[in-house]
């Protein structure tokens, strides 16, 4: 049986050749199985040495197969290489590479800034309850400013988050702790992602990003939130901007503030892309409401805080001049692919 497997091993011509040769001889009803199978009419005796050969050669058998495996599978890479056509290694490469969305690039470089002023950068989830996006920053059902925010609600009763607010209450109840037993203040910022059901025009779209930032802690007064906007648009701007602060009401902040910058398309001028008036809103702030601080676990009476929510693609429109805030989500890889995170 031995030299006959051997004969049948040297005249395969392929993998499933061999696959067969391997089922006839250690298949369910191969030869060797067979074999095995008989060993139950011999005497104990006979069995121990008959057993003993059998098993043998099972071994040889299984182990030829292995070896005759291996070298049909290096045959096959062998005959594949010469195939291939040659390699012609002086012909030039494929240099294109991809690139960050302006918005990613700009929000590393708010992030960079943030980080380098001690503040932590926080992600948050896109979808959101009520509570968070509303009713934790004293936002309560059937409130007029929810008609501020036309929001997506989803069919399971949570809803796309419309603005980076949504964070707060669990990023102030993060940190409480280690703000009231170690006197740690909390400073961080949270970009991310916000839907609304806008009339899209130059500054409006239905998807767009903020950048939320807050600090609490001891005696946190208007004038560190005024500190912290402007070494912010200094940094990305590299250069001197024309801003301009007034009222804003938002229930989470009292009092509130509208930071607008002046216009960077139209150097003030009017354009569409800031509605004609010469300025855009750019990052409403103020100092955080007692009841948001209460709703977070912190005592407002110990401690005082400053929130903002910097609209982040507006502020990439006026960094690189777009005129359309759409372009952005336009989906143009080539429009893209013109910034680069080194300017
Ligand atoms: C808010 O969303 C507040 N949560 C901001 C805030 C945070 C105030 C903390 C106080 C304290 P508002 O709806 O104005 O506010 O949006 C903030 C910024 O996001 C706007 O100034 C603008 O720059 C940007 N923004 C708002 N809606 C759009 C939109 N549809 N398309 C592009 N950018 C938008």
Redesign the pocket.
């Known amino acids: 049986l031995r030299s006959k497997f051997e004969k049948e091993l040297e005249n395969i011509k392929d993998l499933s050749e061999l696959e067969d040769v391997r089922v006839a001889y250690l298949g369910k009803k191969g030869s060797v199985t067979d074999l095995l199978k008989a060993m139950k009419e011999l005497s104990v005796e006979d069995k121990k040495a008959f057993g003993q050969k059998v098993n043998e050669l099972k071994g040889v058998v299984a182990q030829r197969i292995a070896e005759k495996t291996a070298e049909m599978k290096e045959k096959e890479v062998q005959k594949e290489i010469e195939l291939m056509p040659e390699f012609d290694l002086s012909l030039p490469a494929n240099l294109a590479r991809g690139s960050y969305h302006p918005v990613t690039i700009v929000q590393r470089q708010c992030e960079q800034i943030f980080k380098s002023m001690g503040f932590t950068v926080e992600d948050y989830p896109e979808v959101v309850t009520d509570y968070e996006c509303f009713e934790s920053v004293n936002v309560p059902k059937d409130h007029p400013a929810r008609d501020?925010?036309d929001t997506y609600y989803l069919t399971n009763g949570q809803l796309l988050k419309s603005?980076t607010?949504a964070a707060q209450n669990a990023i102030l109840k993060k940190y409480k702790d280690d703000l009231i037993n170690n006197g740690t203040p909390i400073k961080a910022i949270f970009p991310g992602r916000c839907f609304?059901n806008?009339a899209t025009d130059a500054?409006?779209?239905n998807t767009?990003f903020?950048m939320?930032g807050m600090m609490v802690g001891k005696d946190i007064s208007i004038s560190n939130l005024i500190y912290f906007m402007k070494t912010m648009l200094s940094e990305v701007f590299q250069k001197d901007i024309k801003v301009r602060l007034r009222p804003g009401f938002?229930p989470?902040?009292e009092p509130?503030f509208e930071l607008d910058i002046s216009c960077l398309i139209c150097g003030g001028e009017g354009c569409p892309s800031c509605k004609h008036s010469g300025w855009l809103?750019?990052?409403?702030?103020?100092m955080i409401h007692p009841e948001v601080l209460r709703m977070g676990g912190i005592d407002p009476d110990e401690y005082t805080g400053f929130?903002?929510?910097l609209?982040l693609?507006?502020l990439v429109m006026m960094k690189y001049g777009i005129k359309d805030?759409r372009d952005l989500n336009g989906g143009s890889l080539k429009a893209m692919s013109q910034f680069t995170d080194d300017e």
């Open positions: 501020m925010q603005q607010s609304r806008e500054c409006h779209e767009f903020q939320e938002f989470f902040v509130g809103e750019l990052c409403p702030c103020g929130a903002f929510g609209g693609t507006r805030i």
